[in-house]
């Protein structure tokens, strides 16, 4: 996935999503930021994410750019931005909930759709090759444990997950 960080070129505005957002923070309350970036700072992908800006913009109503960019994808929610900050703002809730309206909203970046229908499909996000299981018998390790694939896609069909991410089974 590329690592550039969202460009300010051509920003537009959108109250009805910025207040979409609002709605939906599970914890925290972005206008308490200050904008000291102790949470970027502390961020260990602080190079390509920058909480504190994306906090900025949910304030200023630029979603759109948010929410259409692979940097809030790239978040390992660590927590390390919301356990520092000061003003209890919770930057990583509310990267979450950027992401849950990018997914409703059909911007789920094509690489993270492609992953979650391997689990889909095989019930692993990375199918064990008959090369792996080669090596495994190398270095004397049993064969990795079985997983019931189907069990996953039934669990999966029921909470909607094809939906959430936007993907399709062939
Ligand atoms: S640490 Fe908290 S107050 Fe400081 S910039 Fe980050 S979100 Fe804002
Ligand atoms: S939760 Fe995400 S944004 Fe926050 S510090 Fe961790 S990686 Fe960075």
Same mark, same amino acid.
């Given at each position: 996935m590329?690592?550039?960080?969202?460009?300010?070129?051509?920003?537009?505005?959108?109250?009805?999503?910025?207040?979409?957002?609002?709605?939906?923070? &599970?914890?925290?309350?972005?206008?308490?930021?200050?904008?000291?970036?102790?949470?970027?700072?502390?961020?260990?992908?602080?190079?390509?994410?920058?909480?504190?800006?994306?906090?900025?913009?949910?304030?200023?109503?630029?979603?759109?750019?948010?929410?259409?960019?692979?940097?809030?994808?790239?978040?390992?929610?660590?927590?390390?931005?919301?356990?520092?900050?000061?003003?209890?703002?919770?930057?990583?809730?509310?990267?979450f909930?950027?992401?849950?309206?990018?997914?409703?909203?059909?911007? &789920?970046?094509?690489?993270?759709?492609?992953?979650?229908?391997?689990?889909?499909?095989?019930?692993?996000?990375?199918?064990?090759?008959?090369?792996?299981?080669?090596?495994?018998?190398?270095?004397?390790?049993?064969?990795?444990?079985?997983?019931?694939?189907?069990?996953?896609r039934?669990?999966?069909?029921?909470?909607?997950?094809?939906?959430?991410?936007?993907?399709?089974?062939?």
């Amino acid at each position: 996935m590329s690592v550039q960080t969202i460009s300010l070129k051509n920003i537009k505005m959108d109250p009805a999503l910025r207040s979409e957002i609002l709605n939906n923070i &599970v914890s925290g309350d972005p206008s308490k930021c200050v904008q000291c970036g102790i949470c970027t700072s502390g961020c260990p992908l602080g190079y390509i994410i920058k909480p504190h800006r994306i906090v900025k913009m949910v304030n200023l109503g630029l979603v759109e750019q948010l929410i259409s960019s692979r940097e809030i994808w790239l978040c390992t929610t660590c927590f390390t931005c919301s356990e520092r900050c000061p003003q209890e703002v919770d930057p990583a809730n509310i990267l979450f909930t950027l992401r849950n309206t990018a997914s409703k909203l059909g911007y &789920v970046p094509r690489e993270l759709v492609e992953i979650c229908m391997n689990i889909v499909k095989d019930g692993r996000i990375i199918k064990i090759s008959a090369g792996r299981e080669k090596e495994r018998e190398k270095l004397g390790l049993p064969k990795a444990p079985p997983v019931d694939a189907e069990k996953i896609r039934k669990m999966l069909e029921e909470v909607g997950f094809l939906k959430i991410i936007g993907g399709t089974v062939k």
